[in-house]
């Protein structure tokens, strides 16, 4: 039997026939229509309902205005199974390419969660490392935004492979370009990994999610019952992981504080961050500065907030604080000082009296590298009392954890200034940027006091046997205390021991303190230190 086609012969395309340049032009533009998008305007409606961007678009508000290169714009994945060859929309669920951020060249990529959940598959794979190796070889910024379920399954191993190359990536890119990860939606598996080895990362309230295995993994094996959010949502990865450096409200609220941090970092680690204006020293000391004279209480044990200490220190009282809400006895925050991005890491009174624990000096010691990595001098701003004691913490590590920010300290080699404002005691001092953990210059305020422990615990372990026995005979023991704390206080609590010895460089008011950093921050540019050869240190992970 013959079937006769509707099509008459007149209407046939001539196989003869070449496509005219017109037509050539117009295929390419509808690809590129399809490209942006690749599932239909439906996934696109739906997350405007919820209040989101999609990938393109939070592409755009992170960007300059078209200023966006894309690559692999028409790419598509090659498989077979699973009924994926009837299924193979343009960018295969991953926007890559390049653009600017005030005007300088970041490259980065935006997963798409309308493309099979975002999972990542062979070609998705291939773009989301090329764009990376674009970073590292031309000395850009590094900018992912991520959304997406790990591993395609219907890929198999070939996308778990994928996985493992992009992890390698981040690693080989680790300390030569920032890396800055947003995640925008509900991360799992490989996904979330990848951020984890970046420099920031940074999640939104109650719409992002980050985990190894969902609740319904963890409940099939386990038995335990968890939402999403209280597993991986925005406030577990910052107060409880610690895996986060700022909470957002919104997805552009994300993408403005990712432009922000920029400000304060170089392309690479062979460059500078870009300077902003110079300081007049004619013009110091500012109002805000002369306030440094009375910011100390004369009650030692009364705190205050060394934020506002970090704020007269910086140009136009600016600066932007790294996991505010994460182990909140250390503040950890950039700013610029003569135009020149500085990092702080200054202890926090309000906190636990400015206590180190084992989650603050994590914090700490990751903000040290992340500095170090980048030629970002260091400034440290000490009021310690030690490290926080208790079962607890020496059960979790403390030793080992604590030791990371020693390591961490004495490991970097950018200009390195310690100012100690108040209490300096112990194991604590050391770490906290001590001359002989390596600082440059160490400062200090009239009102620090530098020692192995504060008067009372020093009282009662000095003269334990005197005090014993003034009880027995019935002395006055309280007023023996008394006065043994105040030949304490009056020899050891001070700046002036510290300083004869050379462990401090000099004592100053602290409304000197902003102009002497400048000053000595301008000489330190310059600074050179050679270390052993080594292939690496072994630092106490």
């Known amino acids: 039997m013959t079937i006769s086609s509707p099509l008459r012969a007149d209407t046939l395309p001539d196989p003869n026939r070449r496509p005219t340049t017109a037509e050539k032009i117009a295929t390419l533009k509808q690809l590129r229509s399809d490209a942006a998008t690749p599932m239909g305007t439906r996934p696109i409606e739906k997350r405007h309902s919820q209040g989101r961007l999609t990938a393109r678009e939070r592409l755009d508000f992170l ?42 060249e970041v490259c980065v990529f935006s997963q798409d969660a309308a493309v099979f959940g975002g999972a990542l ?19 850009r910024p590094l900018i992912g935004l991520y959304e997406g379920a790990g591993a395609r399954i219907q890929e198999g191993a070939v996308s778990l492979d994928l996985i493992a190359q992009t992890f390698y990536q981040n690693v080989q890119a680790s300390g030569v370009v920032p890396q800055i990860s947003v995640i925008m939606g509900a991360c799992a598996g490989g996904n979330a990994y990848s951020p984890a080895l970046t420099d920031f990362v940074v999640m939104v309230d109650e719409s992002s999610k980050m985990f ?22 925005a406030s577990t990865h910052m107060s409880t992981a610690g895996n986060t450096h700022y909470t957002a409200s919104s ?20 460059d500078q961050a870009p300077p902003e204006d110079p300081v007049d020293l004619a013009e110091l000391p500012s109002v805000e500065e002369l306030a440094l004279d009375s910011i100390i209480p004369d009650a030692p044990s009364v705190p205050y907030d060394v934020r506002d200490v970090i704020s007269a220190l910086t140009d136009d009282a600016d600066f932007f604080e790294i996991q505010a809400d994460r182990a909140e006895s250390v503040v950890t925050a950039f700013g610029h000082v003569d135009g020149q991005p500085v990092g702080f890491v200054a202890n926090q009174p309000l906190h636990f009296a400015g206590c180190l624990d084992i989650d603050s000096s994590e914090k700490a010691a990751r903000f040290v590298r992340t500095c170090d990595s980048f030629n970002i001098p260091i400034v440290m701003l000490v009021d310690v009392p030690g490290f926080l004691p208790g079962a607890a913490q020496e059960y979790g590590g403390i030793l080992r954890r604590g030791a990371k ?63 014993t026995a003034a009880a027995a005979e019935g002395k006055d023991v309280a007023a023996l205390i008394e006065s043994y704390e105040r030949e304490y206080n009056d ?10 010895r050379g462990l401090i460089d000099a ?7 902003r102009e002497s950093i400048i000053r000595n921050l301008r000489l330190l540019r310059s600074k050179v230190e050679h270390r052993h050869a080594r292939k690496h240190g072994n630092m106490p992970l």
């Open 121 to 139: 598959g062979e070609v998705y794979g291939e773009k989301m490392i090329k764009i990376m190796e674009l970073a590292t070889t031309t000395g």
């Open 212 to 233: 190894v295995t969902g609740p319904d993994v963890i409940k099939t094996v386990t038995g335990e019952l968890i939402t999403q959010e209280e597993l991986g949502g």
């Open 405 to 467: 920010l020693l390591y961490a300290y004495g490991e970097a080699t950018v200009p390195k200034i310690t100012v100690t404002m108040r209490k300096a005691y112990g194991g604590a001092y050391c770490v906290m940027g001590s001359k002989g953990l390596g600082a440059d210059l160490n400062l200090a305020w009239p009102t620090a006091e530098i020692a192995v422990m504060g008067a009372a615990g020093a009282v009662g372990f000095i003269y334990r046997k005197e005090l």
């Open 491 to 500: 020899h050891f609590l001070t700046p002036y021991q510290a300083a004869e």
């Open 251 to 270: 997805d552009e609220d994300a993408l403005e504080w990712v432009q922000d941090l920029l400000r304060y970092l170089p392309n690479n680690n062979r």
């Open 63 to 104: 960007l300059d205005e078209n200023s966006f290169v894309e690559t692999d714009q028409l790419a598509r994945h090659r498989t077979h199974d699973f009924g994926m060859h009837a299924r193979r929309p343009l960018t295969d669920g991953i926007v890559t390419g390049w653009g600017t951020i005030d005007g300088r």
């Open 507 to 513: 004592v100053i008011l602290p409304s000197e303190t």
